[in-house]
């Protein structure tokens, strides 16, 4: 039973801090021609991005609107407004995700607790010989 639980919650470890690895893992200390590149490709796509930049990696997200060798603008149709970014200020340029990244974390603690349940749970009524 004890190698059991220890191996459930392994695993539910192992997972969790994978899932949490990917979803932060982004393209921080990109130089300014791979971030162009980027731009580029999310421009003729028309995909909302979300931009990082600045000494303070405010967060910031639209669509690319215009773009040249030295700088780009994003805007929000929401709110109307249109920021201008230089390549070289950019830190992380990315798609934005329908579902961010406090819900990915939620949801996979949320299924590791019913995971360690369920196992502490099964092992009882083992032990017990039915529920």
Not at 7 to 30: E, H, K, N, P, Y
Not at 81 to 98: L, M, P
Request: a positive charge.
């Amino acid at each position: 039973m004890k190698s059991l639980t220890t191996t459930i919650i392994s695993i539910i470890f192992v997972f969790s801090s994978t899932l949490f690895a990917q979803s932060t893992a982004g393209t921080t200390g990109d130089g300014a021609a791979k971030i162009q590149s980027k731009v580029k490709e999310f421009a003729a796509s028309r995909k909302r991005v979300t931009v990082t930049a600045g000494l303070d990696q405010r967060i910031t997200k639209g669509y690319i609107g215009v773009y040249d060798d030295e700088k780009f603008t994003l805007d929000n149709p929401k709110t109307g407004q249109t920021v201008t970014f230089q390549y070289s200020n950019v830190k992380k340029i990315e798609k934005s995700r329908a579902i961010s990244t406090l819900a990915i974390v939620t949801i996979a603690a949320a299924g590791s607790g019913a995971a360690i349940l369920i196992g502490l749970v099964s092992a009882r009524c083992r032990n017990e010989g039915g529920c």
